[in-house]
């Protein structure tokens, strides 16, 4: 009956010999788990008690507790698809493209990668087999070239080699590059290597004034054609020469050698 239940529990002897108020968890006259608080009444002897039952107080906790750990779970599948749609979307066709790369490295550009997507990885992807197309395109340019060069020296050499009026490269301050067999024949040495020892103007030429009347002229007018010249063989005999020469000038137009027919 009301006023008649008999209450001995923590807050009201808290209330009642210290006058203390507590909020706290503690079991009730029924000895079940409650919440509650209390309020000290001293003039009237009472205490005045708010109490709800724990499992009503932790009913929502739990609910809360259990959608935190679905909502986890949801959202750790979900992080774990777009990182597998990440490895198959982004990482994998890097990795194509790694591979592709250093193939071209290796020289190898008969290559070309697939492209299945339209977004920024296939623009890439297909941006990458452009370069291999252009790459291929020119260095078989570049191969045909330099077996166009090879085939050129060759005809070059042949003609060199079996000339029989002397061909020559010589440096502007007097020192024999090349000189073809007919030429080392005609001035009487044995070998281009002896005649590379040699200073035109004091070995070669009779009168050393006349290579640098030679040289003037040359490198005034660019080319001299059918110029009398006296030469000196090795064994001293001289010997009239026709000469026709042009310059050979570097990419900056410096002037690196005279090359010309004796």
């Known amino acids: 009956s009301?006023?008649?239940?008999?209450?001995?529990?923590?807050?009201v002897r808290e209330c009642l010999n210290y006058?203390?108020?507590?909020?706290?968890?503690y079991k009730d006259y029924r000895g079940v788990e409650v919440a509650g608080a209390s309020m000290c009444l001293p003039s009237m002897k009472w205490t005045l008690l708010v109490e709800t039952d724990y499992d009503e107080v932790i009913a929502p906790l739990n609910v809360m507790q259990?959608?935190?750990?679905?909502?986890g779970i949801i959202i750790t599948g979900l992080i774990s698809m777009l990182f597998i749609l990440f490895l198959k979307g982004v990482v994998k066709p890097l990795g194509i493209l790694s591979r592709a790369a250093e193939d071209i490295a290796n020289g190898n550009y008969d290559i070309s990668i697939p492209v299945n997507t339209s977004d920024e990885i296939g623009v890439l992807g297909n941006q990458f087999n452009r370069m291999v197309y252009e790459i291929k395109l020119r260095t078989d340019e570049i191969e045909k070239e330099k077996i166009r060069l090879h085939k050129s020296e060759e005809k070059f050499r042949t003609?060199?080699?079996?000339?029989?009026?002397a061909v020559f490269v010589s440096t502007p301050d007097g020192n024999v590059l090349e000189l073809n067999p007919a030429g080392v024949y005609i001035l009487g040495y044995s070998s281009l290597e002896e005649i590379r020892r040699l200073n035109i103007a004091k070995?070669?030429?009779?009168?050393p004034?006349?290579?640098d009347k030679f040289r003037k002229e040359l490198e005034n007018k660019g080319f001299i054609k059918n110029t009398e010249l006296i030469l000196r063989k090795r064994n001293g005999q001289l010997i009239n020469a026709i000469v026709s020469a042009s310059l050979v000038r570097d990419e900056k137009g410096n002037i690196t050698a005279y090359q010309g027919i004796i």
């Open 2 to 11: 009301v006023l008649k239940q008999k209450v001995d529990t923590v807050p």
């Open 19 to 25: 006058n203390k108020e507590i909020e706290a968890f």
């Open 66 to 71: 259990k959608a935190a750990i679905t909502t």
């Open 159 to 165: 003609i060199f080699e079996d000339s029989k009026d």
């Open 203 to 207: 070995d070669i030429y009779y009168d």
């Open 209 to 211: 004034e006349e290579r």
